[in-house]
């Protein structure tokens, strides 16, 4: 359980702070989203990043528990796939983003899920 708290205590924080930058800045981060599928190599080094950071959350923490802990795990998964899929696919990106800037209340829930995430893990991190 101790790895689980350093990394919800790392991973709560920052995905409150990244939420609530999205809330607030909503166009800004649709402008972001646009640019960094126009560049290819911000796409490779994102599918790095992600393929990276995914990795190092499995190796350490693959935890398949029914309980808090597993939204982690689930996490570092999550961020192997998008890695991979920035590095195999960057074509289909810009389709992706396009949806995005098409749908106005997207990024809003996607944000919205990434503070209640953020909260989660704060809690738990923290006080629980």
């Known amino acids: 359980m101790g790895t689980s708290i350093f990394i919800a205590r790392i991973m709560g ?3 409150l702070i990244i939420a609530v930058g999205i809330m607030f800045n909503q166009g800004y981060y649709r402008k972001v989203m646009e640019d960094f599928c126009k560049n290819s190599a911000l796409l490779l080094y994102g599918g790095f990043l992600a393929l990276f950071i995914g990795f190092l959350l499995v190796s350490s923490h693959n935890l398949w528990v029914a309980g808090w802990p597993v939204i982690i795990t689930i996490y570092g998964w999550g961020g192997i ?3 991979a899929w920035l590095i195999i696919f960057p074509n289909s990106v810009s389709k992706f983003i396009q949806i995005y ?3 106005k209340v997207l990024l809003a829930v996607q944000s919205a ?3 209640a995430l ?3 893990l704060t809690f738990f991190g923290y006080f629980g």
């Open 13 to 15: 924080p920052s995905l």
């Open 101 to 103: 800037q098409k749908n």
């Open 113 to 115: 899920f990434v503070l």
């Open 118 to 120: 953020g909260i989660a």
């Open 81 to 83: 796939v998008k890695g």
